[in-house]
Structures are given as structure tokens and as C-alpha cells.
């Protein structure tokens, strides 16, 4: 029956000249570009647990992103005391870290005073709103108005940006839709778990690898009861791949989710660089452990800063043509890359002293 109304009816474009004007009369203007700012790891906390509130400012100054989960890990009982928690935390918020939060999915009984409260008591504070289980863009409309409606009446100066969680297999197969939605959408971040089983995936794991994903040497001289090689494949490859293309394609940042097995640190650095080299930005910390980790993974290695500044160099500012560096050809191609690099490793050195020694920046 859809295909049948699609096929006979012009659904209405809006104009691109609308598409940055406010959603409200007195809400701020829409961004035309998302900035870039740092954010390797996005470490989250309870904002109901006197405990870990307390450890705020010190956590502050050591991450990227500080986010306030009103979400899953919350029960039910604590959803009011974790949404008044955050308002007190971001009265107080001095950073240098972004504040962020996640509230409650749509359908959800708290998801409206999540964000009315959050917007009209602490919206010049919160630089971004998560969103969960984002299915299509039709929820980032949703919010996207509520959000000019709240910040109009609460005179907010600049437009809160949104950020979704790729949770359902619709929300995957409408990710390029989802990115471009809203001049708001800051970035995506894979949500493996629910991700998992919304697609009825075998695995009870919190993100990473499974011995049972595999490939298998053939065998030797036909012998099948051989001992052969075998390799772990990486489950989460299309699904991140894909966002990345997404957020790309928008302008906007894609992150890799939680990594669960929070005393296998080596395999949580082996899944965060894998997200790290197909060009996602960041990723989730669930434990302070997790932190170092994201910090040493998505920021480049002095070793690679130094080649991509000896590249730039010999190449001009242009970038044209090509030259040989150490017996490699270096070109267009190569020289785009390596601005990616140094552009990366500027915006880290401006606020981290130690990074800024290693890269010579």
C-alpha cells in the first residue's frame, strides 16, 4: 500500500532556504555547521548517585565529554532524582569538558520532562542532547521542534545540538535520513547492545568481538578434520562503516558505543581502534579505566603527526601533484589524508600540554 501512494503521490521537499530558520519564533538560530571539538571519550555517570556527583569536577578535567545518563542503568525509581541530579550538576558545571546528556527514549513516560526540564533549567549549560533509539527522522523532528519551542521560552543563546543512538535495524537502514534530519544533528554513536538484539544477533556481549564470528583456513589436503587457523571477524564492521558514510556525507561526528567487558582492556582498545581507523571520533566510557584507553586511541601517534607534517611540508599548501617521500608516492590523495591527521592533532595540542610537546605543535 505504501509503494502504491509513493508511486502517485510527491511527498513535499522543504526548501533548503527554510531549513536554517528557527522552529520557534525566539529560538536561536540553526547551526550551518557543526563545530569540531574534541572528544575521544564520552564518559558517562549516574547524576542520582551522591557519589559519583561528587566526583564531577575532578572527572571534568580529565575527559572530553561528561555525560548525565537519564536513561538505561537508571531504574525507574531513580528517574526524577537523576534529572534534578543533572540540573544541580550543570548550575555548578565549570567544565573543561562538554556536558551532555542522554534522556529517556520517546516512548518513554519521562522522555518530556527530560528535555522540558533540561532545557528551561539547565539548556545554556548542555551542549548536546542524546537521544536513544532513534528509528528515522521523524524523531529528530520531533525533538527538533520540542527543542525550539523549550529554548524560546527559556531565552537559551545558542541552538543545543542532537546526537543519536543507532539502536533498531530501522534506525541502521535510515541512518543517512536520521543524520541529515536536523541542522542540530551532531553525530551518531552505534549502540551494539540493544542494536543486538533488535536484530535477534546471538550474542549476550555489550559490544566487541565473539569467538563464534569466523572464518576458517581451508583444509589441508582436503583433510577436514585438520587442525586449521581460524580468525575472529569483527560483528559491528557494515553497521559502522555505514554510520561513518553517514555522518560524513552531513558534516556531523560518528562515535563507537560502550565496550562492556570492562576488565578486557585489551580487546576495549582493539575494538576502539578499529572504530578509530574507519573514522569514527570517539567512543563511550563506561569506567574510568575506559578513559586512558579512548584517549591513547583517538588521538594520532606522534610518529604518525611527524610523517603527515613532513608530507604537508614538501607538498606545498596546495597539495598538488605528486612527490616522493622515502621511496613513497605521495599526492592529492595521500595529502588529504595527512591534513586530516594534523587537523586533528592541532585541535587536541590546543588543549592537552602533553600531546602538544609530542606532536611539536
Known amino acids: ?53 561528587a566526583k564531577v569536577p575532578d572527572i571534568a578535567t580529565k575527559v572530553d565529554v561528561l ?36 534522556v529517556n527514549d520517546l516512548g518513554s513516560p519521562w522522555v518530556l520532562d527530560d528535555i522540558t526540564t533540561l532545557v528551561t533549567e ?61 541542522p542540530r544533528m551532531h553525530g551518531i554513536s552505534l549502540g551494539p547492545a540493544d542494536l543486538s538484539a533488535n536484530r535477534r544477533m546471538k550474542t549476550t556481549r555489550v559490544g566487541g568481538g565473539h569467538p563464534g564470528y569466523l572464518v576458517r583456513q581451508d583444509p589441508p589436503g582436503g583433510d577436514v578434520e585438520a587442525v586449521r587457523a581460524t580468525y575472529q571477524q569483527d ?16 558534516g556531523i561526528y560518528a562515535y563507537y558505543g560502550p565496550f562492556g567487558d570492562i576488565k578486557d582492556v585489551v580487546a576495549c582498545e582493539d575494538q576502539f581502534r578499529n572504530a578509530y581507523l574507519l573514522g569514527c571520533v570517539g567512543a563511550w566510557s563506561l569506567h574510568p579505566v575506559q578513559i586512558d584507553i579512548a584517549k591513547k586511541v583517538f588521538s594520532p601517534e606522534p610518529d604518525e603527526v611527524a610523517w603527515a607534517k613532513r608530507v604537508v611540508e614538501e607538498m606545498g599548501e596546495d597539495g598538488r601533484g605528486a612527490v616522493m617521500i622515502d621511496g613513497k608516492m605521495q599526492d592529492d590523495a595521500t595529502f588529504k589524508q595527512c591534513k586530516v591527521v594534523l587537523a586533528l592533532a592541532r585541535e587536541l595540542a590546543e588543549r592537552d600540554p602533553d600531546l602538544a610537546k609530542a606532536y611539536a605543535l
Open 235 to 250: 560483528l559491528w564492521h557494515y553497521t559502522v562503516a555505514r554510520m561513518v558514510d553517514a555522518c560524513a556525507m552531513n
Open 67 to 102: 555525560l548525565g545518563n537519564l536513561e538505561d542503568a537508571i531504574q525507574a525509581s531513580n528517574k526524577e532524582a537523576a534529572r534534578v541530579g543533572l540540573v544541580e550538576v550543570a548550575h555548578t558545571f565549570e567544565g573543561p569538558a562538554q556536558l551532555w546528556t542522554r
Open 122 to 182: 539547565a539548556g545554556e549549560k548542555i551542549d548536546v542532547f542524546m537521544i536513544p533509539k532513534v528509528e528515522g527522522p521523524e524523531d529528530i523532528h520531533y525533538v527538533d521542534r520540542l527543542l525550539a519551542q523549550l529554548e524560546a521560552k527559556a531565552g537559551i543563546s545558542r541552538p543545543i545540538q542532537l546526537h543519536a543512538i543507532l539502536e533498531t535495524a530501522r534506525g541502521v537502514a535510515s541512518v543517512e535520513e536520521i543524520c541529515a534530519a536536523s
Open 1 to 53: 500500500m505504501l509503494a502504491v501512494i509513493s508511486a502517485t503521490y510527491s511527498w513535499p521537499v522543504q526548501s533548503p532556504k527554510d531549513f536554517f530558520r528557527p522552529l520557534a519564533v525566539g529560538a536561536p538560530t540553526p547551526l550551518r555547521e557543526i563545530p569540531f571539538r574534541p572528544s575521544r571519550m564520552i564518559h558517562f555517570f549516574d547524576p542520582s548517585n551522591p557519589k559519583m556527583v
